[in-house]
C-alpha cells in the first residue's frame, strides 16, 4: 500500500519526466500480484482509482488505488524444486540357464534276432468213396493236422471250379459215376417196391 510519502515521491518523479516503477499488491483486480508497471499519471481528485499505471508488458493503462500498489518489490519466490527423478533401479543379472551336459545314453543291447522258419509244407488229399462220400486230410510239414474228415458233395462241386480243368474234370468224373451209382440202386429199389406192390395187392 501506498503512503502519501510514497505518493509525493511518485509525483516528483513523473515531474522528472522518470516514470516510476510500483508494484502490484494482492488486492490489485485485474493483474497478477507480484507483477510490476509504470505511473503514467494521477487523475484528480486523488480520490479512490486515481493512479494510472501501464502494467508490463501491456499496452493498457489501467487505474488503481494506493491499497492496490506499493514501492516495495515483493521477494521472487523460489522457484518450486523439480522432483528428483526416481531411482533406475539397475537391471538384474539376467542369469542364463545351462542345462546340466545329460548322461549319455546306455546302449541298449540288440535283441537277437529270430530266424525265420520257413513255412511248412502243406498237403490237402481229396477222397471219395464209389458212393460218392468225399473226405479230407491235411499234412503240415510232416505232421498230419485233419484226417478223413467228412466233406459234403456240394462243396468239392463248388471247390472244382476253382481249380484246374483238368482237377475239375477228374473230380467231375468222379461225382458223375457216383451219381449214375444212386440213379440204378433207385431204380433198383424202385422195382422192389413196385413188385411188393403187386404182391400186396394180389392178397387182397
Not at 7 to 26: C, H, S
Not at 72 to 97: D, G, L
Not at 150 to 178: C, F, G, R, T, Y
Amino acid at each position: 500500500m501506498l503512503s502519501d510519502n510514497d505518493i509525493t515521491q511518485l509525483r516528483d518523479a513523473l515531474e522528472k519526466g522518470k516514470p516510476p516503477t510500483v508494484w502490484f499488491t494482492g488486492r490489485a483486480v485485474g493483474v497478477d500480484p507480484g507483477k510490476a508497471g509504470k505511473v503514467v499519471s494521477f487523475a484528480n481528485p486523488a480520490e479512490g482509482d486515481f493512479i494510472e499505471v501501464k502494467p508490463t508488458g501491456s499496452q493498457d493503462t489501467l487505474s488503481f488505488s494506493k491499497a492496490e500498489l506499493t514501492l516495495t518489490r515483493p521477494k521472487q519466490r523460489p522457484a518450486p524444486k523439480k522432483p528428483s527423478p526416481p531411482p533406475v533401479a539397475e537391471p538384474a543379472a539376467e542369469q542364463i540357464y545351462q542345462p546340466e551336459p545329460a548322461a549319455p545314453a546306455e546302449k541298449k543291447k540288440a535283441a537277437p534276432r529270430r530266424r525265420t522258419v520257413p513255412p511248412a509244407e502243406v498237403t490237402v488229399t481229396l477222397h471219395s468213396t464209389p458212393r460218392g462220400d468225399w473226405t479230407v486230410d491235411v499234412v503240415v510239414g510232416k505232421k498230419r493236422s485233419v484226417r478223413s474228415m467228412p466233406i459234403q458233395a456240394a462243396a468239392i462241386h463248388k471247390i472244382a471250379k476253382e481249380l484246374p480243368n483238368q482237377v475239375e474234370e477228374a473230380i467231375s468224373a468222379v461225382m458223375a459215376a457216383a451219381r449214375q451209382q444212386h440213379e440204378e440202386r433207385i431204380a433198383f429199389l424202385q422195382a422192389e417196391l413196385d413188385a411188393a406192390r403187386r404182391a400186396l395187392n394180389e392178397l387182397t
